[in-house]
């Protein structure tokens, strides 16, 4: 069966920090995808990165940064220098790769909050 | 270009009543998914469309929801005989199967609470 587990249901943090989201999946699938994304308060799902299983390079984009390991069938995420604006839920989820992404099996979410 | 939109953006409804919800994709996305995300859960896959054709449903998705996209542009939702643990948001996404970017937008999702 296919799972995402995000053990960290809230985290807080004081602004500046660095925060990491954990992200463990199960697949029996040897190529898949993986995905973030973003849950701000609004409500509305915002998609932050995409992964390829075959490709296990980190990835960085600003203050955000994911570590991919498919021996530890892990794919976190670190916030560098939090910000009051990184308050949110963050869902990692699972994708098909011979269905250009398919549905989507999310995670439960990890509550960030950012404190100034 | 616009985003993916939801219609409407909040419903109340009775127990028993049937209700409907819109999603508008993405003008050039074929692909359109519907989600439920209860409290402190993440997004449950329900069923996806590839242009008109439904492709998937989730053993979720009992005999009184029902999902159309029948001109492969917008989708419809409903839910026949509401009962009280249909009280959720439903998500709308769209996606495009080509290229190489096939990541799922969202749409705003309409919350459904069922008294």
């Known amino acids: 069966a296919q799972k995402v587990t995000q053990a960290q249901t809230e985290i807080s943090v004081v602004e500046k920090e660095d925060v990491t989201l954990d992200c463990v999946y199960e697949t029996r699938d040897t190529t898949y995808y993986l995905f973030w994304y973003k849950q701000p308060p609004s409500g509305e799902l915002v998609f932050l990165i995409r992964?390829?299983?075959?490709?296990?390079q980190n990835e960085i984009s600003g203050r955000y940064s994911w570590n991919f390991q498919k021996s530890t069938s892990s794919f976190n995420f670190t916030i560098t220098a939090s910000q009051v604006v990184d308050s949110a839920v963050y869902f990692c989820?699972?994708?098909?790769?011979?269905?250009?992404?398919?549905?989507?099996?999310f995670g439960q979410g990890t509550e960030l909050s950012v404190k100034p | 270009d616009t985003g993916v939109s939801q219609n409407p953006r909040h419903k109340i409804t009775k127990r028993g009543q049937n209700v409907t919800f819109r999603c508008d994709p993405i003008s050039e996305h074929n692909r359109l998914y519907w989600y439920r995300q209860t409290l402190g859960q993440g997004p449950e896959f329900l069923t996806y469309f590839q242009n008109e054709a439904q492709l998937e449903k989730s053993r979720l998705l009992s005999d009184r929801f029902s999902a159309e996209r029948p001109k492969g542009s917008f989708s419809t939702l409903e839910i026949q005989r509401t009962e009280q643990g249909d009280s959720a948001m439903y998500l709308c996404a769209s996606s495009y199967d080509e290229g190489e970017h096939y990541e799922q937008y969202f749409g705003p999702g309409t919350r459904l609470t069922v008294t």
């Open positions: 989820a699972l994708g098909d790769f011979y269905n250009q992404g398919g549905k989507l099996i």
């Open positions: 992964r390829n299983s075959f490709d296990e």
